[in-house]
């Protein structure tokens, strides 16, 4: 099992932009030690959240034909805290899409005010590692992962709202 | 589009400073990217997307920067060193590079060190005009 970490797409325009749902519950256990009487969400699983909507959004525009990996984290800027109850949206743009790797501009919105911006940049390991090659099943977008995708689309999901 | 070396260095200043994660007193003529600047590969990449976009310029890969065509063929690096038929394939492919220095001890892991800031603002130079 892939570990999902956004809840649902509410947009998506393919290669250009997309527009994720990230839940914060106290259920989560990190919360419960981050820290102990203070939960808030470390700014690591924000950008974690943030990974997983740009890197579908850059595996989507080459028909998850692309292993994409999280290569670097270019910049990440927040301004306030998320806190249990919140709720994340998460907004990645794509700057920049080549053979080899994806640039995309991120900003995480929590009641409608900016609550965080991020750079990132995806590597499409088949296509830049000096000859090092990978399995040739794509380990990233796998069945499951892609099963798990379909409940994202907004055409299906907006039936349940 | 004619730009002077000057407002050329600051685009790539800026460049460097947003892909790096710098400050832009860091980025000298003289720095390097990979032991100064602390660039990795990734980063090559990455200031090649943003050169591109400032100056509104192509830039073909193992242009700016070596890449596999060369450090990837086992007959042009032997034993960790770049050998002469290597070193003139990188001198063809990378004009705005000096190689004097490298050639006397081709260490393939010092070829990092051979890629400065005036490597790139060469390269725009040639580029440009």
Redesign the interface.
């Known amino acids: 099992m892939r570990w999902i970490w956004i809840d649902k797409f509410i947009e998506f325009e393919s290669g250009k932009r997309a527009v994720a749902i990230k839940n914060i519950s106290l259920a989560e256990e990190h919360l419960h030690d981050h820290f102990p009487g203070f939960p808030v969400m470390p700014a690591s699983l924000i950008i974690e959240a943030m990974a997983q909507t740009g890197g579908i959004l850059v595996g989507e525009a080459k028909d998850y034909s692309e292993k994409v990996i999280l290569a670097k984290i270019t910049r990440a800027t927040f301004h306030d805290l998320a806190l249990p109850g919140d709720q994340l949206k998460l907004e990645a743009s794509v700057e920049n899409i080549a053979d080899e790797a994806a640039t995309i501009k991120g900003t995480v919105y929590c009641n409608d005010r900016v609550l965080g911006e991020i750079q990132m940049m995806f590597s499409h390991i088949d296509q830049n590692m000096g000859g090092l090659e990978f399995p040739e099943e794509n380990f990233v977008f796998n069945e499951q992962f892609m099963s798990m995708l379909k409940i994202y689309r907004p055409d299906t999901s907006s039936n349940h709202t | 589009m004619s730009l002077s070396r000057e407002e050329i260095y600051e685009k790539v200043k800026d460049t460097l400073v ?2 790096l ?1 710098v400050d832009d007193d860091e980025v000298t003529e003289d720095a390097r990217l990979m032991e100064d600047l602390g660039a990795e590969s ?2 090559f ?2 200031i090649v ?1 943003r050169l591109e ?1 400032a100056f509104d310029i192509k830039i073909p ?1 193992e242009e700016l920067f070596p890449g ?1 065509n060369v ?2 063929d086992s007959d042009l690096i032997v034993d960790g060193k770049v050998t002469e038929a290597g070193l003139a394939q990188l001198t063809e492919q990378m004009p705005h590079v000096d190689f004097s220095e490298f050639a006397k001890d081709p260490d393939i892991n010092k070829i990092g060190d051979l890629f400065k800031v005036s490597s790139i603002l060469g390269y725009i130079e040639g580029k440009l005009n």
Do not use: T
Request: hydrophobic residues 40%; charged residues 45%; glycine residues 16%.
């Open positions: 947003d892909a994660g990734i980063d990449l990455d997307f976009k890969r596999d450090l990837g």
